[in-house]
């Protein structure tokens, strides 16, 4: 089951950088006449600083979600696009902060709230698409980014209640 888990979280990533890669992404049909040099998503783990998972990809959702909306309307940049990236890094915050807690129901707690961010970002996003402030591309990424940290919390969640 987890070398299942595994290779779909490969394969994801690959269609998630093939999607990003791709001229058509952006809308060019020449690569070479791209305004800006295409999104990559970095790696953040080093082999002597391994984080959970979960961490990873929500550091990966709230990266591209900056990426994406550099670019969105102005009408929008100060109300759904700010809150939708104030929201991905509010939810990298509470796991840093539900990781750091050594009380298990103030770890629930935060935990808790990064479930709520999860939502709200999935929300926000929803609206920014309806609102052509992204584009529906962009939206099935952040769907795929949303589902994949969205189940590996509650995976961290069930591990913590499990151990109380």
Not at 130 to 154: D, F, G
Request: hydrophobic share 40%; proline share 2%; net charge positive.
């Amino acid at each position: 089951m987890q070398q299942q888990e595994q290779l779909s979280l490969e394969q994801l990533e690959k269609e998630i950088l093939q999607e990003l890669n791709s001229p058509e992404a952006v809308g060019i049909t020449d690569p070479s006449a791209a305004t800006r040099k295409s999104y990559h998503i970095n790696d953040f783990d080093n082999p002597r600083d391994k984080e959970m998972a979960v961490f990873t990809h929500a550091k990966k959702l709230s990266e591209y979600i900056f990426v994406i909306t550099e670019k969105s309307p102005k009408k929008y940049r100060w109300s759904i696009i700010s809150r939708l990236q104030n929201a991905s890094v509010e939810l990298v915050e509470n796991l840093y902060r539900a990781n750091f807690e050594r009380d298990e129901a103030l770890r629930i707690t935060f935990q808790k709230c990064a479930a709520v961010c999860i939502k709200l970002i999935d929300f926000y996003a929803e609206t920014a698409r309806k609102k052509q402030a992204i584009t529906i591309r962009q939206t099935a990424v952040l769907a795929r980014h949303i589902a994949e940290t969205e189940k590996l919390l509650n995976g961290w969640v069930r591990s913590t209640k499990r151990k109380m």
